[in-house]
């Protein structure tokens, strides 16, 4: 009820504006051609994990099947190709489904699997709501200062940014690959996680999804409270080379090092997202790369590589700074800590170390806000300690799951269990 109530909100929000809303674009899509083919069939892979294999197997030739359908009317009236549309019918099929032909645990089970489904597919267009209302609402950015703050680290995005340019098409489109399917990437991670839902007819208390969609949720509210562009935009020429040159301080990315001078807001076109603080997909990328800890070798291994190729793509496609990043990763670990937290019942470890994850994150705005020219001024002092803030909340997380796994030990305080008498013989 709350998530379907956030979402009532952000459509009205979005209607203010003359906007569609997450409900609106979703709806549209079961018949519209959808912004996002992989990531509606990502959605029913996840909920498929409730269906046995006979029925995943129906259901994905159906979704198969009915997107055939769609492309063989879309083409000779030359709509917009694209597919998806049959995943998302399965999924509200399966919605239908259980609420006419199931009934008990089997139908609540059916029906968690669906709202997991359309919760990815929901999280995504709330995304998208998001950044429009930033672009709308918040015509000042703060690159100057994140911008100055970088130089404690740098400046890495102008050095990725040259890295990228000197890697060819090869490693750009490899890394673009990687940047865009994040989620494709998430889902891969959770199916294996939630792989024994069918068998054991029940979900794990926490799994990927949980912590990918709060992220999803909360992580914009900071973009309305520090609004960035990032530096392709604020100093460059815009995304892939095109557009927002007029609106750029100067065309400095990657090339030229932006010169230290004394930050100020600036004006930004009403179009461009204000998503560079926190970065959102290093947040998402590190707890693919947690979650994956358990997963067989391989699986470990795709969410390293997944973890380092996002962040050499946010920062070398410059819509990152460094700075960015670290707030990303201390962001993602206190919302893992704690939704973790939450599902053990709050203890003392789990309050203190959200209370040191938040309180970190807060510190490195208030710096990178008021102390950008101090950070620009000292760099061989600013950035190890930047690198040591974010390290003490990888440290704490550590230290603080780890408590969490082990068994307590026995108590010495605990009396030992007193012998079983042995009876006595019978007198002669």
Not at 169 to 184: I, M, R
Not at 200 to 216: D, K, N, Q, S, Y
Not at 273 to 282: A, E, I, K, Q
Not at 348 to 376: I, S
Request: hydrophobic share 50%.
């Amino acid at each position: 009820m709350v998530t379907l109530g956030f979402l009532v909100a952000l459509e009205i929000a979005a209607r203010r504006y003359g906007l569609p809303g997450p409900i609106t674009n979703q709806a549209r899509e079961v018949v519209l051609a959808p912004d996002s083919g992989p990531l509606l069939y990502a959605s029913m892979a996840l909920m498929m994990v409730v269906l046995t294999w006979r029925q995943r197997l129906l259901a994905a030739g159906a979704a198969v099947g009915i997107d055939v359908v769609f492309a063989l009317v879309r083409w000779p009236l030359g709509a917009e190709m694209n597919y998806g549309n049959g995943a998302l019918w399965v999924i509200l099929g399966c919605a239908v489904v259980a609420l006419t032909r199931r009934t008990g645990a089997e139908r609540a089970l059916l029906l968690k699997g669906v709202g997991l489904g359309l919760l990815l597919v929901a999280g995504r267009k709330t995304g998208d709501t998001w950044l429009i209302i930033t672009s709308r609402t918040r015509p000042m950015v703060l690159d100057q200062y994140v911008a100055m703050a970088d130089h404690a680290l740098g400046n890495p995005s102008w050095l990725f940014g040259r890295l990228v340019e000197a890697s060819g098409s090869v490693g750009f489109h490899v890394l673009d690959f990687v940047y865009v399917k994040l989620a494709v990437a998430a889902v891969v991670v959770a199916f294996y996680q939630l792989r024994k839902v069918a068998a054991e007819r029940r979900f794990p208390r926490h799994h990927l999804v949980r912590t990918f969609l709060v992220i999803g949720l909360v992580g914009p509210a900071i973009y309305m409270i520090f609004p960035v562009v990032g530096p392709i935009y604020a100093y460059g020429t815009g995304a892939y080379g095109t557009g927002g040159a007029e609106w750029a301080l100067a065309t400095l990315w990657p090339d030229t090092l932006p010169p230290v001078a004394t930050p100020y807001a600036m004006p930004y076109d009403g179009v461009t997202p204000r998503n560079c603080m926190p970065s959102l997909h290093t947040a998402w990328a590190t707890v693919i790369f947690l979650h994956a800890r358990t997963a067989p070798r391989p699986l470990r291994w795709a969410a390293t590589f997944w973890l380092v190729a996002t962040l050499t793509a946010t920062l070398g496609f410059g819509y990152h700074y460094g700075v960015d990043l670290v707030a990303g990763v201390v962001f993602a670990l206190t919302i893992e800590g704690a939704l973790r937290a939450f599902d053990r019942g709050w203890d003392r470890p789990g309050v203190w170390f959200v209370a040191h994850g938040a309180g970190v994150f807060a510190a490195l705005l208030l710096a990178y806000r008021y102390l950008p020219m101090q950070m620009a001024a000292h760099p061989w002092l600013s950035g190890p300690l930047l690198i040591l803030a974010m390290g003490t909340v990888i440290h704490a997380y550590a230290r603080t799951t780890r408590r969490w796994s082990t068994p307590p030990p026995p108590s010495s305080l605990t009396p030992p269990p007193s012998p079983t008498p042995r009876p006595q013989p019978e007198p002669a």
